[in-house]
Each structure stands twice: as structure tokens, then as C-alpha cells.
């Protein structure tokens, strides 16, 4: 019998229901983009407009060109990129002892970490103040860097473990069996095939970091002051700078697409990780 | 190669669970021996000890001349092959072999050769340079053997190694094993919970329970004499039929059937001569148990008929006899499908017994086992 082809109702339902929630996720963001280029002018039109009527850069080049914004990027990509590694160096051995090796202290370990995720920054900002500023740490990069490590490797702690959980816990004995020490089948059987789980965490620690700015506020000043902190002061007392603060930001923000797109794959492959049983 | 030798080793745990009681006994060189027993006997954790995945708590550990308790597994020369194949997920089939000889740090020529050949053996020379997750099961057991041998070891452990291949493809790589421990005549301790597995391949086998060590000997040894109840059980499929009795004189009284025991029982059990109404464990194994119609014996009881299996070449019986029965003890036991409580013989395809009759079967009489009741020893 021929079957007519009717639309599939549900799944119109379905892509309707996808759209809507793209949309409501991305809308502020093209809404950003929109307003970044736009000439000076109209950013603050009445009524304002969605698209630009002129496509102007001129609030780029004026960000680019600004004494700040440049070397604040440079801050906040040093700061991202190393508070990546430290916390990387930390959580990702320390994640594996406490999966691989589980004992009711490594158990603690984790739910703590956890506990520390709980407690709200602006509480933990004046305690790391005091401890920055008695290390002679303050407004200066590395303790930007500690600070936001502080911050990432229970994170960072959390999703490691995860992804170890799925490790079968004899490709180390196999690993030993074959002439490795503990370290070397760490190294060269266990590291290898997390690489997926390694470049999830890098981002979404490179991400914490990069997005912060609590921290950055209250322990940095001139010198190592990170974009976030340089884009929030368009906003003062002489004046809202709505152009050049929307072409910061849509700078601000591609870096994080840059290396969200890259590393696509393994993000993916990483959040699916469990099928290491080879 | 070299011999392992076992001496009073214990294990206990943090939790101060007692995993092994005074192991001890000596694996020879070259020897294929096998640990059997139920789940949770410590078949594996005293590979995993050998290995040295383990510590040991007391008692000593020696592999050739050398004690190594306190070695590292990476010391011991000895290769694992895993339950689960362990294989490394992102190096191909050539990686995996070569891993443990790239740690030893052979020469690359070497490392080829040695591959090459371990691949030969193994009938993987195609496969070589596919991902573990393109292979089957088979495929992969195969790696995991071939990451074993490749090292020329002084001994091979293995773990289990067919328990997660479907059961035809068990029954080949189970004699493929075989053959290649008997080529390589390396030292291997197998680990199983598969009683048919370990008779088949095992030169002795090792029979554990809870821990402790029943009995090591060769699979006929097992067979024919077992030491007690568990292993008289454990051993043979289906298990041994385990009965109250009472022995007077010559005359056994198994529920309401009585029959003589043959002369030569008692020369080979003398304890059992001038029993009077001595209380005692009978054991009768299904194949000593035929259709009398068939093959008439002197000792002969009847029981009722609950379920026949014709399996072609046999028959499965399942008997309610009315004597007490005797459980032996092993937690994995299936229970029988009709009555876990039925006596099962193996009659000829030739029987016309039918579920519900009375039938009449011929015991072997001088085939029978005897154990103490109380310590379930068997009786000499």
C-alpha cells in the first residue's frame, strides 16, 4: 500500500522548541555583535535599531588602538593559559589517585573540593587578599594566576574524576605488568587515551579564568588589570562608552569560540568518554 | 622459565577480612595449574598476589630461587594475560604486542622480529595494525596472548581469560591455550571458576573455597579421590549426588533402598570395615548411575522420575530419592532445575524411563565416595 508522507508533527514540534532556545541563547550575543559595529552615533539612537543601518569598525579601531584593552588581553590570555596549566598539573594526577586508588580520605578529597565550589567567591575574595598582600602577591600576575587556580582545580578536580571513573582500572595492572612503574603507565597508557577528558577541562578551566572577573577586581590595579576589568570601565562616571564596550567584548568573547571550535571533536569525545574499553 | 613456589601466604585485608588462609603448595616448571573454585574462594586474589597487584600479608612468595614478595610486578618477569584483555585502547595490535618488549628496551629489529612472530603463532598478522575496537572478542583475547607471550616470560598468569568469549568460541580458544602453554612449555597458572575449563587444560588443578585451599592434584586425582565433599562436588558436571546413608556391615541404607557394598570398596576404604550403623555421606556420581533395564546390577534402588533431558548421546535423569540430601557447599551452585534437591543420572540414549515412573537404577557400587558427616572428609 502506498503511505502518503505527511510533515512529521512532532518533529516540526521538536526543531521549533531547538530553534527558540538557540535563539534565546544567541540573541544577545548577535544583538552584542550588531551593536559593535554600528557607528558611534547610532549605538544610542531612540528608538534603537537591531541591525546597523552603516556597518562601521570605528569602535574596533578605537578599542585596538586604546592604551588599555591590548595589554589587558595580553593579562587575561596569560593568566587563562597558565592558570590552565597549574591547575591542569594539580587536578589531573591528583583526580586519578583519588578514583584509581579509592580510600575513604580520597573520597573526603573529592567531596570537599566539591564544598569549596560551594562557598561564593566574594567570600573567599578578602581572605586571598590578605594572603596575596602578606606574599607581596598583590596586582601582580602570579597571584592572579593562584587566585583563579584556587578556583579551577576543584573544578577542574571534578571533571577529571569523572572521566577517570571510566578507566578500567587494569590497563594500569597491565601497563605495570608489561614493565612500567605506577608513573609510567600513567604516563605513557592512562594520559594518552584521556586526551578527550584533558582537553574538556583545559577549556572549561581556560574559560573559568578567562571569564573571571571578582578576583580580578579586587586584586589587581594598573598593571594587571584583565579585559574584563577593562571593559566594565567604559562604564564610568565620565560616561557609558556603548560602542567601544561591544566591540571589546565581541573580542573578548573569540578567543573562547576560537578554541571551543577547535577543539570540538575532542569535547565531544571527551563529554561521551566511557568507551575506553578498547 | 622457572617454578613458583607458595609458602603460608595469607591476605588480609584493611577491613580485616581474612581473603587467604595459609596458601601453600609449589607450581613446577612448566607446569599448566589451574585455580578453581566458586566466586570469592581468593582463586584471583592469589594470582593477583603472584603477580604482584597484591601485597601479601605473611608468608613467602618464590619465583624460581628468588622471594619476591617485595618486588614490583615489572620485576617479576612474569605476564598477565586479563579478564577484560586490558588492551590498550589507542595503539594498534602491533603496539600492543611490542609495548612490554619497547619497556624492556629491546632493539627495534628485535621488537619486529619478536612480533612478527608472536603474530604468526597468534594467526594476527592481519590484523596488525588495527585498533583494539575494530577486533572481536576472540580478536582480542588473541592480542591480549600475544602481549603475553611475545616476552618469553617465566611464567604466564592468566585471569580468566575466556569468561567473556561466547561459549563455542571458549571451547577453541580453551584448547588453543592448551597447545600453546604445551609449545612455549612457559609456567602458567590459570584462573577459573569453570570447573570443565579446569580439568581440560590443567596438568593440576587447584581447588579453593572460602579462602583456603582444598585440594591440589591432577584432574583424574580430583576426580577419583576427592579429599572432601566441596571438591567432590565442584568436580564433575553434572555434580556428584550427596546423600545421608547409613552403612551396617556390607549393606548401605540410602532412605528406603538398601544394597551390598562391593569387597574391593572396602580394601581401598578400610576405615569403613565393621561399620555398624555408622552415619555416613554417600556420593554417587550421574554417570555411575544407569538404567537397570539396560544394565542390571546387584545394587540396585528405585526412585520416582521427575524430569528426563535426552541430550542425544545421553539422558539427564532427575531421581527424588528419599534419603537426606547433603548440600556441598558451593555458594554458586545452580539449584537443579526441577528440584534442586533431585539426584541426576546419566543414563543411555537407549532408556525409556519417561518423567513420572518408578525407575530402577544400577549404581556402580564400587564407584562410590564416603565422607564423615561431621567434618565432611572423605572416608579412607
Given at each position: 500500500?502506498?503511505?502518503?508522507?505527511?510533515?512529521?508533527?512532532?518533529?516540526?514540534?521538536?526543531?521549533?522548541?531547538?530553534?527558540?532556545?538557540?535563539?534565546?541563547?544567541?540573541?544577545?550575543?548577535?544583538?552584542?555583535?550588531?551593536?559593535?559595529?554600528?557607528?558611534?552615533?547610532?549605538?544610542?539612537?531612540?528608538?534603537?535599531?537591531?541591525?546597523?543601518?552603516?556597518?562601521?569598525?570605528?569602535?574596533?579601531?578605537?578599542?585596538?588602538?586604546?592604551?588599555?584593552?591590548?595589554?589587558?588581553?595580553?593579562?587575561?590570555?596569560?593568566?587563562?593559559?597558565?592558570?590552565?596549566?597549574?591547575?591542569?598539573?594539580?587536578?589531573?594526577?591528583?583526580?586519578?589517585?583519588?578514583?584509581?586508588?579509592?580510600?575513604?580520605?580520597?573520597?573526603?578529597?573529592?567531596?570537599?573540593?566539591?564544598?569549596?565550589?560551594?562557598?561564593?567567591?566574594?567570600?573567599?575574595?578578602?581572605?586571598?587578599?590578605?594572603?596575596?598582600?602578606?606574599?607581596?602577591?598583590?596586582?601582580?600576575?602570579?597571584?592572579?594566576?593562584?587566585?583563579?587556580?584556587?578556583?579551577?582545580?576543584?573544578?577542574?578536580?571534578?571533571?577529571?574524576?569523572?572521566?577517570?571513573?571510566?578507566?578500567?582500572?587494569?590497563?594500569?595492572?597491565?601497563?605495570?605488568?608489561?614493565?612500567?612503574?605506577?608513573?609510567?603507565?600513567?604516563?605513557?597508557?592512562?594520559?594518552?587515551?584521556?586526551?578527550?577528558?584533558?582537553?574538556?577541562?583545559?577549556?572549561?578551566?581556560?574559560?573559568?579564568?578567562?571569564?573571571?572577573?571578582?578576583?580580578?577586581?579586587?586584586?589587581?590595579?594598573?598593571?594587571?588589570?584583565?579585559?574584563?576589568?577593562?571593559?566594565?570601565?567604559?562604564?564610568?562616571?565620565?560616561?557609558?562608552?556603548?560602542?567601544?564596550?561591544?566591540?571589546?567584548?565581541?573580542?573578548?568573547?573569540?578567543?573562547?569560540?576560537?578554541?571551543?571550535?577547535?577543539?570540538?571533536?575532542?569535547?565531544?569525545?571527551?563529554?561521551?568518554?566511557?568507551?575506553?574499553?578498547? | 622459565?622457572?617454578?613458583?613456589?607458595?609458602?603460608?601466604?595469607?591476605?588480609?585485608?584493611?577491613?580485616?577480612?581474612?581473603?587467604?588462609?595459609?596458601?601453600?603448595?609449589?607450581?613446577?616448571?612448566?607446569?599448566?595449574?589451574?585455580?578453581?573454585?566458586?566466586?570469592?574462594?581468593?582463586?584471583?586474589?592469589?594470582?593477583?598476589?603472584?603477580?604482584?597487584?597484591?601485597?601479601?600479608?605473611?608468608?613467602?612468595?618464590?619465583?624460581?630461587?628468588?622471594?619476591?614478595?617485595?618486588?614490583?610486578?615489572?620485576?617479576?618477569?612474569?605476564?598477565?594475560?586479563?579478564?577484560?584483555?586490558?588492551?590498550?585502547?589507542?595503539?594498534?595490535?602491533?603496539?600492543?604486542?611490542?609495548?612490554?618488549?619497547?619497556?624492556?628496551?629491546?632493539?627495534?629489529?628485535?621488537?619486529?622480529?619478536?612480533?612478527?612472530?608472536?603474530?604468526?603463532?597468534?594467526?594476527?598478522?592481519?590484523?596488525?595494525?588495527?585498533?583494539?575496537?575494530?577486533?572481536?572478542?576472540?580478536?582480542?583475547?588473541?592480542?591480549?596472548?600475544?602481549?603475553?607471550?611475545?616476552?618469553?616470560?617465566?611464567?604466564?598468569?592468566?585471569?580468566?581469560?575466556?569468561?567473556?568469549?561466547?561459549?563455542?568460541?571458549?571451547?577453541?580458544?580453551?584448547?588453543?591455550?592448551?597447545?600453546?602453554?604445551?609449545?612455549?612449555?612457559?609456567?602458567?597458572?590459570?584462573?577459573?571458576?569453570?570447573?570443565?575449563?579446569?580439568?581440560?587444560?590443567?596438568?593440576?588443578?587447584?581447588?579453593?573455597?572460602?579462602?583456603?585451599?582444598?585440594?591440589?592434584?591432577?584432574?583424574?586425582?580430583?576426580?577419583?579421590?576427592?579429599?572432601?565433599?566441596?571438591?567432590?562436588?565442584?568436580?564433575?558436571?553434572?555434580?556428584?549426588?550427596?546423600?545421608?546413608?547409613?552403612?551396617?556391615?556390607?549393606?548401605?541404607?540410602?532412605?528406603?533402598?538398601?544394597?551390598?557394598?562391593?569387597?574391593?570398596?572396602?580394601?581401598?576404604?578400610?576405615?569403613?570395615n565393621g561399620a555398624s550403623n555408622r552415619q555416613v555421606i554417600v556420593g554417587i556420581r550421574p554417570e555411575h548411575m544407569n538404567d537397570a533395564a539396560i544394565r542390571p546390577s546387584s545394587a540396585e534402588i528405585s526412585a520416582p522420575v521427575t524430569l528426563v533431558e535426552a541430550l542425544g548421546s545421553e539422558s539427564m535423569v532427575h531421581l527424588n530419592i528419599d534419603a537426606s540430601w547433603v548440600d556441598a557447599g558451593d555458594p554458586d551452585a545452580v539449584a537443579d532445575i526441577s528440584d534442586e534437591k533431585a539426584a541426576v543420572a546419566r543414563f543411555s540414549p537407549k532408556s525409556t524411563v519417561r518423567a513420572g515412573d518408578i525407575a530402577r537404577i544400577a549404581v556402580d557400587a564400587e564407584e562410590l565416595h564416603f565422607f564423615e558427616p561431621d567434618t565432611r572428609a572423605s572416608i579412607w
Open positions: 500500500m502506498h503511505r502518503v508522507s505527511r510533515p512529521n508533527l512532532s518533529g516540526v514540534l521538536i526543531n521549533a522548541a531547538a530553534l527558540v532556545l538557540v535563539l534565546s541563547y544567541a540573541l544577545p550575543y548577535i544583538y552584542l555583535l550588531m551593536t559593535s559595529i554600528k557607528p558611534a552615533a547610532d549605538v544610542q539612537q531612540i528608538p534603537p535599531s537591531f541591525f546597523p543601518a552603516v556597518i562601521s569598525f570605528e569602535n574596533f579601531r578605537e578599542v585596538l588602538q586604546s592604551s588599555t584593552l591590548p595589554k589587558a588581553f595580553i593579562n587575561s590570555l596569560t593568566v587563562a593559559v597558565l592558570t590552565t596549566a597549574l591547575s591542569l598539573m594539580v587536578a589531573v594526577p591528583a583526580a586519578y589517585v583519588a578514583t584509581q586508588y579509592r580510600r575513604r580520605i580520597t573520597t573526603f578529597f573529592l567531596l570537599f573540593a566539591l564544598v569549596t565550589r560551594m562557598v561564593p567567591s566574594v567570600s573567599l575574595g578578602v581572605p586571598l587578599f590578605q594572603l596575596l598582600k602578606s606574599m607581596g602577591l598583590l596586582d601582580t600576575l602570579p597571584g592572579l594566576v593562584l587566585a583563579h587556580t584556587s578556583a579551577a582545580v576543584p573544578l577542574a578536580l571534578l571533571l577529571m574524576s569523572a572521566f577517570f571513573e571510566g578507566v578500567p582500572k587494569e590497563l594500569e595492572e597491565a601497563a605495570r605488568m608489561d614493565g612500567c612503574t605506577r608513573f609510567e603507565a600513567f604516563r605513557k597508557i592512562i594520559l594518552p587515551i584521556m586526551t578527550g577528558g584533558i582537553a574538556v577541562t583545559a577549556l572549561f578551566t581556560f574559560i573559568t579564568s578567562w571569564n573571571e572577573f571578582l578576583y580580578a577586581l579586587l586584586l589587581t590595579s594598573e598593571s594587571t588589570k584583565t579585559a574584563p576589568i577593562v571593559i566594565a570601565e567604559y562604564n564610568s562616571v565620565y560616561g557609558l562608552a556603548w560602542g567601544a564596550m561591544t566591540a571589546a567584548a565581541v573580542l573578548y568573547s573569540l578567543p573562547v569560540i576560537i578554541v571551543t571550535l577547535a577543539l570540538q571533536k575532542q569535547i565531544v569525545g571527551g563529554l561521551t568518554f566511557g568507551a575506553v574499553k578498547g | 622459565m622457572a617454578g613458583i613456589e607458595l609458602r603460608n601466604i595469607n591476605k588480609i585485608y584493611g577491613n580485616s577480612f581474612h581473603a587467604l588462609h595459609d596458601l601453600s603448595f609449589d607450581i613446577m616448571d612448566g607446569e599448566f595449574m589451574v585455580f578453581v573454585g566458586p566466586s570469592g574462594c581468593g582463586k584471583s586474589t592469589a594470582l593477583r598476589m603472584i603477580a604482584g597487584l597484591e601485597t601479601i600479608s605473611s608468608g613467602e612468595l618464590k619465583i624460581g630461587d628468588r622471594v619476591v614478595n617485595d618486588v614490583d610486578p615489572k620485576d617479576r618477569d612474569i605476564a598477565m594475560v586479563f579478564q577484560s584483555y586490558a588492551l590498550y585502547p589507542h595503539k594498534t595490535v602491533r603496539e600492543n604486542i611490542a609495548f612490554p618488549l619497547l619497556m624492556a628496551g629491546l632493539p627495534k629489529a628485535e621488537i619486529d622480529s619478536r612480533v612478527n612472530e608472536a603474530a604468526r603463532i597468534l594467526e594476527l598478522t592481519t590484523l596488525l595494525d588495527r585498533k583494539p575496537a575494530l577486533l572481536s572478542g576472540g580478536q582480542r583475547q588473541r592480542v591480549a596472548m600475544g602481549r603475553a607471550i611475545v616476552r618469553k616470560p617465566a611464567a604466564f598468569l592468566m585471569d580468566e581469560p575466556l569468561s567473556n568469549l561466547d561459549a563455542k568460541l571458549r571451547v577453541q580458544m580453551r584448547a588453543e591455550i592448551a597447545s600453546l602453554q604445551r609449545k612455549l612449555n612457559v609456567t602458567t597458572i590459570y584462573v577459573t571458576h569453570d570447573q570443565v575449563e579446569a580439568m581440560t587444560m590443567g596438568d593440576r588443578v587447584a581447588v579453593m573455597k572460602g579462602g583456603v585451599l582444598q585440594q591440589v592434584d591432577t584432574p583424574q586425582q580430583l576426580y577419583a579421590r576427592p579429599t572432601n565433599i566441596f571438591v567432590a562436588a565442584f568436580i564433575g558436571s553434572p555434580s556428584m549426588n550427596l546423600y545421608e546413608a547409613v552403612l551396617n556391615g556390607r549393606t548401605l541404607t540410602l532412605g528406603s533402598n538398601s544394597f551390598e557394598i562391593p569387597d574391593q570398596v572396602f580394601e581401598y576404604r578400610p576405615s569403613l
